[in-house]
Nanobody, 119 residues
Framework: VQLVESGGGLVQAGGSLRLSCVAS????????MGWYRQTPGKQRELVAT???????SYADSMKGRFTISRDSAKNTVYLQMNSLKPEDTAVYYC??????????????WGQGTQVTVSS
């Protein structure tokens, strides 16, 4: 199983970015998908999650600005980020709970994509 992220980059404050994360491999099913972010010297923090049924949850600082969604047919999770602030600058990681025949249910992480918001 492999997760490939895309969509990061440099944007001015107030701008928008859309991150994507595609899971590939021998996948039986996917449960929760989500995004975390991390800045140097800090712990990785939760950004948003979305369940298999589409229930979403967000960290308080992202509510109203970020939207998580998924396309289960494409094994893809998205993060639409609007009204970006310099403090949103971080490496963003996707994670996915994937069930495979070989390993059972386990958590997989993407390689991370850098988001930089300039003031």
């Amino acid at each position: 199983v492999q997760l490939v992220e895309s969509g990061g980059g440099l944007v001015q404050a107030g701008g928008s970015l859309r991150l994507s994360c595609v899971a590939s491999g021998t996948i039986f099913s996917i449960n929760t998908m989500g995004w975390y972010r991390q800045t140097p010297g800090k712990q990785r923090e939760l950004v948003a999650t979305i369940t298999r049924r589409g229930y979403t949850s967000y960290a308080d600082s992202m509510k109203g600005r970020f939207t998580i969604s998924r396309d289960s047919a494409k094994n893809t999770v998205y993060l639409q980020m609007n009204s970006l602030k310099p403090e949103d600058t971080a490496v963003y990681y996707c994670y996915v709970d994937i069930l495979t025949v070989a390993t059972g249910m386990r958590n997989y992480w993407g390689q991370g994509t850098q988001v930089t918001v300039s003031s």
